[in-house]
């Protein structure tokens, strides 16, 4: 049987009703109490390495949660992390830069409801990501929940209630669980012998989203503060360059004081094209602006966090932005 290591952070599926709502009280090794059928098919140990409503989690956490698996990385044939569903897709797409070409699987899972309620997604999210952490082909970072497993860089929550909350962004999903049964959709068998691990972030990331009547103004200021803005424009992606409130002499300030400056869109689906629209195609080509095309919001502010933890060279980033890493980008214009 594969030895799979359970590393606990908190979250839903972990929580309690206190007199203040609910908070994560319940440890790793009480998780595994309510699946006890998941032993049939792997041996599982357990730690405990956060235990926080996910709405506290920091870019720190991520390294925390790396180090736990590269210091138990030659011990276990796959890793099950539990987590709240509300940052999940950030730490997913995280540990998809942190943790690259990982010949092992590593599950990321939670729940919208406790572990210890009668009526609860927890345990069979629970039991279908030790299932999957199992499965021969698995490797990389992946997420599994509500029976969809979905590449790390590539899930988002799009449902706040409903046990279905998460979905895969402008990719297929990886596979399917359904009554203890995979159905493997996608293989990818180029993995490394052993995987890349990084230990440094730069989280001097702020994400701007566009919203009519905001001033340029505001660019200056986050860039007192911030080494990249990410600016959430609409539709296929443009720069507000009305007379009224014209962006283009601000974008053009912050890169030559060497700020970098991505676009993205406000869209869930397709992705951006700045080339469509002359508001989008003017700025992108006279600035030189990096653009995440179908990446998702969550990958895009934790790619950048990794890329410059490595280099602080805006020719460099945007090279590195442009690999390709766990499915992330697959458009590019």
């Known amino acids: 049987m594969k030895k799979i290591l359970l590393i606990a952070t908190g979250g839903t599926i972990a929580s309690q009703h206190s007199a203040d709502g609910l908070t994560p009280k319940i440890s790793s090794e009480e998780l595994l109490s309510y699946v006890p059928k998941a032993r049939e098919f792997c041996t599982i140990d357990a730690i405990q390495v956060l235990n ?11 390294l925390t949660i790396v180090k736990a698996i590269k210091d138990n990385y030659a011990d ?19 540990l998809s830069y942190l943790i690259q070409n990982s010949p092992k699987p590593i599950v990321l899972t939670g729940a919208q409801k406790p572990i210890d309620l009668d009526v609860t997604d927890a345990r069979t999210n629970l039991y279908d990501s030790l299932l999957y952490a199992c499965q021969p082909n698995a490797h990389g970072v992946c997420l599994v929940f509500d029976g969809d497993v979905i590449a790390g860089t590539r899930a988002r929550k799009v449902r706040s209630k409903s046990f279905n909350a998460f979905e895969s962004i402008n990719f297929p999903s990886l596979a399917t669980i359904h009554d203890g049964r995979v159905i493997q959709y996608i293989q990818n068998n180029t993995v490394s012998a052993y995987p890349a691990f990084y230990e440094t972030l730069h989280p001097s990331v702020f994400l701007l989203k566009l919203i009519p009547g905001i001033s340029p103004d505001v660019l200056s200021s986050i860039a007192e503060q911030y080494d990249a803005i990410i600016i959430e ?18 974008i053009d300030r912050l890169v030559s004081k060497g700020k970098i400056i991505v676009m993205t869109t406000q869209v869930m689906h397709e ?34 966090m990794w890329i410059m933890g490595q280099t602080n060279n805006p ?18 214009g």
């Open 76 to 94: 276990y044939d796959g890793f099950v992390v539990s987590h709240g569903t509300d940052t999940m897709a950030y730490t997913a797409a995280a």
């Open 271 to 304: 992705g951006s094209d700045m080339k469509v629209y002359a508001v989008g195609n003017v700025a992108k080509e006279r600035y030189g602006l990096i653009e995440a095309f179908d990446m998702t919001t969550e990958a895009l502010v934790t790619k950048l």
């Open 315 to 332: 020719q460099t980033i945007k090279s590195m932005f442009y690999t390709t890493i766990n499915y992330d980008i697959m458009f590019q």
């Open 52 to 62: 926080i409503d996910s709405t506290n989690i920091q870019p720190e956490y991520w």
């Open 233 to 250: 424009s609409y539709g296929v992606g443009g720069i507000p360059s009305d007379s009224h409130r014209d962006f283009l002499a601000e």
